[in-house]
């Protein structure tokens, strides 16, 4: 058998060879070397970083020198450029976009003003400025909007914090949404600081303390992103309807054995179920959810800088970063992903006009049945079959994403919808001729916001005046700068 030297004399190249494989080998250990050494030193670093928050922790600027990356990336959701087919951190006036929806609402403050939130740094100034807020509200309505509100809560009591007036707590609630809301300022733990989903866990007998950490990223998003309702006899109390379930059925069905009526519609004399936005309910039903995706996998991914790895904050939607959200795990462009989404959203938006023209007609022609004598028997079924349209349509309306998040149970909800209010419509059908009302009823110009809210008795420019009296009356009792977040006051 020849000797490597005698190969090596054969065939000079041979040992250029070896010579050139032994330097890759080096060089590849040297880089295993480098990364071990780097990846301890990033475990030094975080272990650095993670400790308690000194000072004011419902001051989100306390953060930012324990975690100054979360924190800076925070502060990029003052940005509200971004805008997609049906959402984005824009704010877009959604009674323009859809007129018909004052229709819907008529008797209750979401036709006078709705507007897209910008996003959780302007969450303050969203909720002041909008005209919804220039009538009184319960200080309930504060509960999702600032780190204050566990600091309000456990000062005051629960009970006593809900039971107070919005207007009396104003000057209270100076922070936006921000890193208190979310975590345990001595561990940076995830905790749930509202005691609405605590509540609603230990109905099902689940224990917070049990959740996985991977559940977690979800359900301190689900504190806030949910259906929920005020219980009126216990002064305006936060509770989620999740006693039967968290699917639409069974919350309806709940409502329905309290009797609960979020307001009665003025044209039709329905009592209404209004919708909030169940976000979290909603996603449970989606293929991510189903597959152990978090709210924060997409909405709030990793980013990398310097070598560290870290959640970044800037929540926002996953279609302005595709490639930190959804390439992660799927392999198609950005282009073909993007467009997955909108053909979604586009199926489950021309179910919703479906089911907002059926529904405004629905109301419309009950109104006309009211006008020619019609008793509360011959009406009762159906305004039931009304309420529970609206309910259907409200739910996936109002949901952020709802075509994304589960566009199937999406469409078999508004498919519902469209056939409980289509059964209304016939039997009102039935009972305009019975009462010798001419079919179908004439209905309204709606195609702008102004015009339906003047076909419901609303003087815009007289809601707005309410609205800048309020503003300048209220807000300045309660601090000159109130509705500039802290951090922006001081750029």
């Given amino acids: 058998m020849k000797s490597i030297q005698d190969v090596i004399s054969e065939k000079p190249y041979v040992?250029?060879?070896?010579?050139?494989?032994?330097?890759?080998?080096?060089?590849?250990?040297?880089?295993?070397?480098?990364?071990?050494?780097?990846?301890?030193?990033?475990?030094?670093?975080?272990?650095?970083?993670?400790?308690?928050?000194?000072?004011?922790?419902?001051?989100?600027?306390?953060?930012?020198d324990p975690y100054p990356r979360q924190y800076n990336t925070y502060l990029e959701t003052r940005d509200t450029t971004f805008q997609s087919k049906y959402g984005g951190a824009a704010s877009i006036d959604m009674l323009e976009r859809y007129p018909k929806m004052v229709i819907l609402w008529a008797g209750y403050a979401f036709s006078k003003g709705y507007n897209q939130g910008r996003g959780h740094y302007w969450a303050l100034q969203d909720v002041r400025q909008t005209l919804r807020t220039a009538v009184p509200?319960?200080?309930?309505?504060?509960?999702?909007?600032?780190?204050?509100?566990?600091?309000?809560?456990?000062?005051?009591?629960?009970e006593e914090f809900y039971a107070s007036s919005w207007e009396e707590l104003g000057g209270e609630i100076q922070e936006p949404i921000g890193c208190d809301d979310c975590h345990d300022p001595e561990t940076l733990n995830l905790t749930i600081t509202r005691p609405a989903l605590v509540e609603a866990l230990e109905a099902a007998d689940r224990e917070i303390k049990e959740v996985s950490h991977q559940e977690m990223r979800s359900l301190v998003c689900a504190q806030c992103h949910v259906e929920y309702y005020f219980i009126k006899?216990?002064?305006?109390?936060?509770k989620f309807p999740w006693d039967n379930g968290l699917d639409v059925e069974a919350m309806e069905k709940y409502y329905d054995t309290i009797e609960h009526v979020d307001f009665v519609h003025a044209l039709s004399k329905t009592p209404i179920i209004k919708a909030q936005h169940p976000d979290y309910e909603i996603s449970r039903f989606g293929i991510h959810a189903q597959r152990g995706v978090s709210c924060a996998d997409c909405h709030m991914p990793y980013r990398s800088e310097g070598g560290i790895k870290f959640t970044d904050h800037h929540i926002q939607s996953p279609l302005n970063m595709i490639d930190r959200s959804c390439q992660v795990c799927h392999r198609e462009s950005e282009e073909t992903l993007r467009?997955?989404?909108?053909?979604n959203q586009d199926r489950v938006r021309r179910l919703l006009a479906i089911a907002e023209e059926t529904l405004v007609k629905a109301h419309i022609e009950a109104k006309a049945a009211w006008d020619a004598g019609a008793t509360e028997a011959q009406m009762a079924t159906i305004l039931t079959f009304i309420r529970r349209g609206q309910w259907r349509w409200d739910y996936i309306s109002a949901s952020h994403g709802a075509g994304f998040h589960a566009p199937l149970e999406s469409a078999t909800v508004l498919g519902t919808a469209i056939q409980r209010a289509e059964e209304a419509r016939s039997r009102l059908a039935a009972l305009l001729t019975e009462l010798d009302v001419n079919i179908p009823v004439q209905l309204p110009d709606l195609s702008t916001k102004e015009k339906a809210q003047e076909y419901i008795g609303f003087d815009l420019r007289d809601l707005s005046k309410q609205k800048e009296i309020f503003l300048e009356t209220k807000i300045p009792q309660w601090d000159k700068e109130v509705s500039i977040p802290r951090a922006e006051r001081t750029r």
Avoid at 141 to 150: E, G, I
Wanted: proline share 5%.
């Fill in 233 to 238: 006899n216990r002064n305006n109390y936060l």
């Fill in 137 to 158: 509200q319960p200080a309930t309505c504060w509960t999702c909007k600032s780190p204050a509100v566990p600091r309000l809560m456990n000062e005051m009591g629960v």
């Fill in 339 to 343: 467009q997955n989404v909108y053909d």
């Fill in 15 to 64: 040992g250029w060879l070896l010579f050139f494989a032994t330097l890759v080998i080096v060089f590849l250990v040297g880089l295993f070397g480098a990364s071990i050494i780097e990846r301890r030193s990033e475990a030094h670093l975080v272990y650095e970083v993670v400790r308690p928050v000194q000072g004011d922790v419902y001051d989100n600027s306390q953060w930012q």
